[in-house]
């Protein structure tokens, strides 16, 4: 079964912290993408990646960078972690068009104290 | 800017009953219409999608309406069970290599027992 891997279920963090959220996906999938979900305002995009060492910003960039040194690892990275940053992180990729669809990993819900 | 707005927030319907979630779009460019659904604790999974060269699409108890000269799709949830409360996003895609999907912000679906 394919499958887009998010290493942490839950995670919660201290302001000012330097957090890593990382993705795994095994279908050889060229494209990768970072969104964030929070109640009424649906999936964000953060942050894609077209190909390894590729990186586009997506509608809400400010607050995080990425890292794509792998075509299947692409992580998301908190530069210094906020309380406003407290969300569910969403990981998905897909093929080479999205008209396929995306697959997404299951979470990661990040609490900044 | 370009968006996919989607109602109602949230829907309650009766087990047995019809759910219906509309979709409206602005950008005639877009040519894939996909549905994704996402429980408690889940990343979304795609549901069913649909191109703007067919009016319907029916897979199961999953029935995806499209106006393409009105430009909007709804999606249809025939005989709901509780087993179908989840939360529906609509969502458009382009032809071209520009690979992002853009969701609607969602609909909250319970279906009463």
């Known amino acids: 079964d394919v499958k887009v891997t998010q290493s942490s279920r839950y995670l919660v963090k201290r302001t000012g912290e330097k957090v890593f959220l990382e993705c795994v996906q095994d279908m050889d999938h060229e494209n990768m993408f970072w969104y964030r979900q929070d109640p009424g305002l649906g999936l964000r995009l953060i942050y894609f990646s077209y190909d390894v060492k590729m990186k586009e910003k997506g509608d809400i960039p400010e607050g995080y960078s990425v890292s794509r040194e792998k075509k299947e690892r692409f992580s998301l990275i908190l530069e210094s972690a906020s309380t406003n940053q407290t969300s569910m992180y969403l990981c998905?990729?897909?093929?080479?068009?999205?008209?396929?669809?995306?697959?997404f990993g299951s979470g990661t819900r990040l609490t900044v104290v | 800017q370009q968006q996919v707005k989607q109602s109602p927030q949230s829907l309650i319907v009766q087990k047995g009953g019809i759910s219906i979630i509309n979709c409206a779009y602005e950008?005639?460019?877009?040519?894939?219409f996909p549905w994704y659904q996402q429980f408690p604790g889940k990343g979304p999974a795609l549901l069913i999608a649909?191109?703007?060269?067919?009016s319907e699409k029916k897979e199961g108890r999953f029935t995806i309406s499209f106006n393409k000269s009105a430009k909007q799709f709804s999606l249809h949830i025939m005989d709901s069970q509780p087993g179908d409360s989840a939360t529906y996003f609509c969502a458009a895609s382009y032809r071209n290599r520009d690979d992002k999907i853009i969701f609607g912000k969602g609909t909250r679906l319970h279906i009463l027992p």
């Open positions: 998905a990729s897909s093929e080479y068009t999205a008209n396929y669809g995306y697959t």
């Open positions: 649909i191109r703007p060269d067919v």
């Open positions: 950008n005639t460019a877009f040519d894939y």
